[in-house]
């Protein structure tokens, strides 16, 4: 028998304004992981009619969709701070399987990112949501979900 990775079970941590320590922020959605890598043309003129061609740089991207439980100081709030520095500063994030009790052993990802709060949505009849994205500052440190 086969066990498959349950979305509910990883969450999005920010680290706090204590290096090391980190919180995650209430209220959130679906997250996700992008890697893309552009092409690095190989070909030379005496290859043939063929071209060929090797993986260039990654470009990694993390999304979260969050309805935010306020208040939320070391959540939330710390994650809005963030990503509204002008200027942007990088700061570090974690995936950690194992929901709210994830622990640091738990840790499937960490990055540097710059953040971003893309959109929010205050619809009728619906809870406030918002989207935030976040781009990589350096190579992951850890990333078994890869």
């Known amino acids: 028998m086969s066990t498959k990775i349950l979305g509910n079970n990883y969450l999005l941590w920010i680290e706090s304004a204590v290096a090391g320590t980190y919180n995650y ?12 890598s552009s092409k ?9 009619r ?3 061609s090797g993986p260039g740089l990654i470009d990694l991207g993390v999304s979260l969709e969050i309805m935010p439980k306020l208040p939320d100081a070391t959540g939330y709030t710390r994650l809005e701070t963030l990503s509204l520095a002008n ?31 893309d959109s929010s949505d205050f619809n009728q009849n619906a809870a406030g949501s918002v989207k935030a994205s976040f781009v ?8 078994t979900l890869a």
């Open 50 to 52: 063929y071209g060929s």
């Open 87 to 117: 200027p942007p500063a990088p700061f570090n994030i974690q995936i950690r399987k194992n929901g709210t009790s994830g622990a640091s052993g738990d840790v499937v990802f960490q990055c540097s990112v710059y953040g971003n709060l």
């Open 25 to 36: 922020p209430l209220g959130q959605g679906n997250l996700s992981i992008t890697r893309s």
């Open 136 to 143: 990589a500052a350096a190579a992951p440190t850890v990333d």
């Open 40 to 48: 690095v043309d190989t070909t030379s003129k005496d290859d043939g």
